[in-house]
C-alpha cells in the first residue's frame, strides 16, 4: 500500500500521523509535504495545484490511494484526474467541492433544500451591492466573496461605509481576483461557533468529534482574522441532542442534496455551523478536513484511519463502526510574528527533539523546513502543539506546557485557547 497525501500543513501533518499507525502501509508520500512530515514521509517537491505533475508522479509511484486535502487542488478537480487515471483518490470530486469553491452555489443549495443558514443575496453587479446595504440599514452586515481566497474572503462590516469598501476592493480592485467578482452579502448570526467534521460516501454521513477553532489573532477574539490559531474537540457547546438536530436538518439534508444535484459528495465534509438561538445554522461548508480543527479531531479517533478513508471511497461507511476515544484535545497555534500580516521566517527552532517533536505533545508542523537536521520556520503558522487528556481543562494545560518548552525568534501565540 503506497499513499500520496497532497498538502503541506499541520492538516496534513496530522493525517500523515494517523495514517502511519496502519503498519502495512508501506510508504507514504506527502508533496510538498514540510520539514515535521519528512520524518514520517517522503516529501516531494510538486505544488498542491499542479495536477499534471501530481498524476504523473502517483502513475509512475503506482500509488494506491491519494489523500487530496486542500480546498485548492480539489476545487481544481485533482481527485477527478487522479480517478482518470486509475488511482483511487479521498476527496471530492470538482463538481461536488464548489459546495466550498463557491460559496453562492453553497447558499443556493440551502436555500433550495431549506437547510438553514443566515439570509443573503448574491450579486455580481458592484453597484447593485453597494446599494442594497446602502438601503438595508442593519449592520454588522457580512461581505463574502464567491470563491476560495486563502479563507480571507469574508468581512464583518460594522456599518455602511465598511460594507461599501469590503465591496469595492474585492469587486473593483479586485483583491482575491475572479473570486471576488461575485460577491454574497449575508445577514450577520450571533451564537457559538461550532465545527463539524463529517465522514461521508454520499449515502452515510459519520459525523467526527466536534471542534472549537479560535480564528482571531490575539486574545479575547481580537485582531485580525488568521487561518486559526487554536483548536479544541469536542465542543461543550455541541450537545447530543443538537448533534442529533444537526444530523437531521443539515448533515443528511446536505449530502441527500448534493446528490439530488448529481453531485454525489464524497470525502470529509466540514460544517461551520452558529448555534444561534433559532437553532444550528450553516456559517459555511468546506470539501475537506478543516486546519486546525484536524490536528485536535484526528489524534482523538480510535478507529485506523485508511480503513475509514477506503470505506468512503468504496462506498461502504454504512458498514463500518468508528470509534472515538474518550478525552479531550486542544491544539495552540505558534505562529510567526507579524502573522498574518508580514513576518520573517528562517529562524532556528529551539525544543524539538530529531522528529520535530516535544515531550507530553503532538507537534504537528505547519510551516518549517529542515535544514543541516535543524527545523527552521518557514511559514505564517509554524506549529501546532497538540494535547490529549481525560479533560479539556488539562489538555489545555498540557499543550500550553508543551508550547513553553519550544521557542523561535519572535514566535506568537494566543494565551486563551479553550477559555470560552
Ligand atoms: P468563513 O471564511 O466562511 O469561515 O468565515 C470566517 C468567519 O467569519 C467565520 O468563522 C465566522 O466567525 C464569521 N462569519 C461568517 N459568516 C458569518 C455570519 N453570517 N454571521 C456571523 N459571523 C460570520
Ligand atoms: N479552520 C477553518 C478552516 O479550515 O477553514
Redesign the pocket.
Known sequence: MKILVIGSGGREHAVIRKLSENKTIEKIYAAPGNGGISALAECVSIKATDIPAMVEFAVEKGIDLTVVTPDDPLVLGMADAMEAAGIRAFGPRKNAAIIEGS?AFAKDLMKKYGIPT?RYETFDDCEKAVDYVRRQDCY?T?V?ADGL?L????I?AEDFDAAEKAIRSMMEEGVFGKSGSRVVI?????GK?VSVLAFTDSHTVKPMVSSM?H?RALDGDRGL?TGGMGTIAPSPYYTPELAQRCMEEIFLPTVEAMNREGRPFKGCLYF?L?LTEEGPKV??Y?CRFGDPETQVVLPLLETDLLTVMEAVCGEKLAELEIRWKKGAAACVVMASGGYPQKYTTGFPISGLDEKGDAPGVMVYHAGTKKEGGRYLTAGGRVLGVTAVEPTLKEAVESAYLGVRTISFQSAHYRTDIGQK
Open positions: 460559496k443566515a454588522p457580512v463574502k481566497a479563507g480571507k474572503g469574508v464583518i449575508e445577514e450577520f448570526l450571533t461557533e477553532d480564528k482574522n461551520g452558529i456559517i459555511e468546506n
